[in-house]
């Protein structure tokens, strides 16, 4: 039986929070094999949009699709086994150790039979290793600094080993050399791995530099998706972002570089003194 060409997609999805719409009628292909990148202004919607794609956000109206069939109706195992999500802040349980926390990523590949195994062992080492985590395995997560802590955080999401991984903003925290250690990661993942990525990230320039396919979002709908070389224009860019700016090529990759102008964003009014 052949695949699906995408395996994960939403279709006429609606996302809320109560009466709040943040996400209405949106229609997504997840490419597989890619890295997909999702930007966009804050509040427009995308980090709503990766917790439904992980289901941990219910459709208000739509479906998520994973290999054609409705998330909401799969086993939350079978789920973990082939999506894995990385929230925008999770919380680690009180006095958890590093290693105790990445090993958790291991649990939906576990048996009732056979509570870990040498697979398990071998996954949790190298996702320590991979996120340069290995030193502080016997240290507790909430001792870590925070770019520490985002760093063992991905490293769970690496010993989940899944085959879809989901991003919110995995950069959070970090200082810019951990920023392309991790991102550089990620694109290892997707190119000797094989692993279908979708990340949200705020820098555009990170994420035209990483992405396959490249997602602009604003008032929770998506305004342009596609290839970075033919989404970033300056158009796009003062469109989304309300920015004006210049597109010059990216010394380093040849790709698209933004350099930001100024913003068309009308300043917020001054209040007058009350008399």
Known sequence: MSRP?????????????????VVEGLDLEIPDGKVTIV???NACGKSTLLRALGRLLKPKRGSVLLDGRELAGLPAKQIAQTVGILPQTPTPPDGITVADLVARGRQPHQKWWQQWSEADEQAVGDALRRTDTA?????PVDELSGGQRQRVW?????????ELLLL??????????????????VRRLNLERGRTVVA??????????????????????IVAQGAP????TTEMVEEVFGLSSVIVTDPITGGRLVVPGFSR???????TPAH
């Open 5 to 21: 060409a995408s395996r994960l997609s939403a279709h006429d999805l609606t996302l809320a929070y109560e009466d709040r719409t």
């Open 154 to 162: 991905i490293a769970m999401a690496l010993a989940q080993d899944t």
């Open 229 to 232: 070389d033919e989404v970033v």
């Open 135 to 139: 030193a502080l395995a016997d240290r």
């Open 200 to 221: 949200v990230l705020h820098d555009l320039n990170q994420a035209v530099r990483y992405a396959d396919h490249l997602v602009a979002m604003k008032n929770g709908r």
């Open 265 to 271: 964003r009308p300043a917020a009014a001054e209040k």
């Open 39 to 41: 930007v966009g202004p």
């Open 168 to 185: 919110d903003e995995p950069t959070t925290y970090l200082d810019i050399a951990h920023q392309v250690e991790v991102l550089d990661l």
